[in-house]
């Protein structure tokens, strides 16, 4: 009944769908803003006002030729919003919606993100202004080398001065082309060539577990704040993942990663949105059996054991405990935010709801938390990636089999103390040395654990802090001011 009501009074409102939503560089500078009021007493104004804007924007034009011969102008941009750290860092964005505005917001909350999460990063974002499914593989391919080109010859790319990775609309195919024209352009000079870019296929460079990274950073993200009783009692929600029903919004890399964990960990998941329509079933959906439908059939629509739903955003106003948006900006706005029925917005992708909602959101309670925490799994782990580049090697690869043959004196002393043998089993448990991904899980795990409690540690230390995205934002600002302050202004 509940969902039947809400859906009625979403359609009342659908026209006027979108007309309030603020730009999202302002909606980021809104809560900046906010944050940069509690750092008054320890940075100057002006500095803050500084670390806000965007330092440089690169916004180009270039024309593509494409398969049937015509011409076509592609608009692309690359935004380095912060220089405090090098190299800046931020994944590349195909899309339609890509608009100058769009990638200022993204590059700051990149600046944000890899503070709160010790990535000793600037902040970065590329887009350009295409729908790749309208595009074929080869053209997709000129237009990502020649988007690499543009951006060598302006000193927008290279290991240590600005490095993309996957976002939104691109993956490891487009990340390779990247680093092959990289190499290619600079001639073989450069012995760090491979760490220009992350998110790259594992046989050229990319790191094991690279792919999950922000999917398996949401739910460790997610796992963490259920268990803080004492954040969870101020919004009423019952600790622990399990059980817990979920819609996901979106099921590319980031929101089938998320979704597979989270059903993993103990939660069901009731609904996934996609951009051609949803899928709905209370009892709880298999998400690899969705997986499966979805490569089979082109779409997750027509899943036998749901109900589809062809607009798939009003998904967002259903029955569940946790809404995951995980595609795209501005999607829970002044138009929805008072039929969200979920307790927890959990902000996979970038900027999903607007500062406006926000206020809306958590006049009712609801608890957020916040994208530049939350999805900030991907990042850490191009961090390990382009690590793995620049230092040429595997990570396990020195240590596997002296912690494996150190383990095995070990067990096998135990074994002659005690007189009894370990299973099989149990023995390759524990002798097993870490492998690339086991490390790469774990340092990610530490990672959203510890910004977590950063996070938190600032918010305990000034109880003034709104809230949960706030506290993450001067989590963030305070680093980058800080090294401003250290390094000083440069006349
Ligand atoms: N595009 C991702 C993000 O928004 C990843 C960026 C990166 O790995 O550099 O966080």
Known sequence: MAVAKDVVKQRRTSSRRKKDVIPFFKSVSIYFNRAANHLLKEYPAGLLKQIRECNAVYSFHFPLRRDDGNIEVVHAYRVEHSHHRLPTKGGIRFSELVDQDEVEALAALMTFKCAIVHVPFGGAKGGVKINPRNYSVTELERITRRYTTQLLHKHFIGPAVDVPAPDYGTGEREMAWIADTYMMLTGGSDINALACVTGKPINQGGVRGRREATGLGVYYGLREALRDTDLLKRYGILPGIEGKTVIVQGFGNVGYHAAKFIQEGGGIIVGIIEYDGAIYNPKGLDVEDVQRWRQETGSITGYPKAKTYKNGNRLLTFP??????????????????????????????????????????????????????????????????????????????????????VNTRLVDSIERLVGKQFSQIERNLLIRGAEEQDLVYSGLEETMIFAYHEIKSYWNANPEIENFRTAAYVSGIDKVALAYMQLGVFP
């Open 320 to 405: 569940c405990d946790i809404l995951v948006p995980a595609a795209l900006e501005n999607q829970i706005t002044v138009e929805n935010a008072e039929y969200v029925q979920a307790k927890i917005i959990a902000e996979a992708a970038n900027g999903p709801v607007t500062s406006q909602a926000e206020e809306i959101l958590e006049k009712r309670g609801i608890l957020i938390i916040p994208d530049l925490y939350l999805n900030a799994g991907g990042v850490t782990v191009s961090y390990f990636e382009w690590l793995k580049n620049i230092s040429h090697i595997r990570f396990g690869r020195m240590g596997k089999r002296f912690d494996e043959a």
